[in-house]
T-cell receptor, first 114, second 113 residues
């Protein structure tokens, strides 16, 4: 079935460690997004990419990095510079080129600090 | 920040219609209304969206008032699996928008047996 796959479902990070969250989609979508959700809060945009080899910072990009080497993949690295990384991370994708395509989400990765 | 207003929580009996209201009084002409829902510990699920006409799909119906300042999401026959947080979102479809979705607090819908 077509969809967005995020892995792992749960991830633990030690102090000073970088960790990478995987996001893969087989929907042939051009645009991909990373959001962060804190308990009881709405989603906040970290990074987005509208095309391969191009990406832009969202509202809370500090302490994060991304790459977009393939259309179907948009991994997110949480670096040691991110001082409060504990959160629920959500990846989304959408078609481009036509107005108003909805974003579709994966099931998220929950990151905690050891 | 979210520009929509929704009730904090609502209840519905299984098998009955669930009507979830949303106020978006400052919506501009090129902004669509999107509805998503999120079940605990899962990613948000897209439900439906519309501009000014009423919309229906296999999941729900969306009724938008003529002045576009409010809308109602209708789940025609609610089931226990419809228990979730429902988000009403304004999204700019054109211009330089990169499509960011701004989720507010949403409405916690609880469907009772």
């Amino acid at each position: 079935d077509g969809g967005i796959t995020q892995s792992p479902k749960y991830l633990f990070r030690k102090e000073g460690q970088n960790v990478t969250l995987s996001c893969e989609q087989n929907l042939n979508h051009d645009a991909m997004y990373w959001y962060r959700q804190d308990p009881g809060q709405g989603l906040r945009l970290i990074y987005y990419s509208q095309i391969v080899n191009d990406f832009q910072k969202g509202d809370i990009a500090e302490g994060y990095s991304v790459s977009r080497e393939k259309k179907e993949s948009f991994p997110l690295t949480v670096t040691s510079a991110q001082k409060n990384p504990t959160a629920f991370y959500l990846c989304a994708s959408a078609k481009q080129g036509t107005r108003n395509q909805p974003q579709h989400f994966g099931d998220g990765t929950r990151l905690s600090i050891l | 920040d979210a520009k929509t207003t929704q009730p904090t929580s609502m209840d519905c009996a299984e098998g009955r219609a669930a009507n979830l209201p949303c106020n978006h009084s400052t919506i501009s002409g090129n902004e669509y209304v999107y509805w998503y829902r999120q079940i605990h510990s899962q990613g948000p699920q897209y439900i439906i969206h519309g501009l000014k006409n009423n919309e229906t799909n296999e999941m729900a119906s969306l009724i938008i008032t003529e002045d576009r300042k409010s809308s109602t999401l209708i789940l025609p026959h609610a089931t226990l699996r419809d228990t979730a947080v429902y988000y009403c979102i304004e999204k700019n479809a054109g211009g330089t928008s990169y499509g960011k979705l701004t989720f507010g607090q949403g409405t916690i819908l609880t469907v009772h047996p």
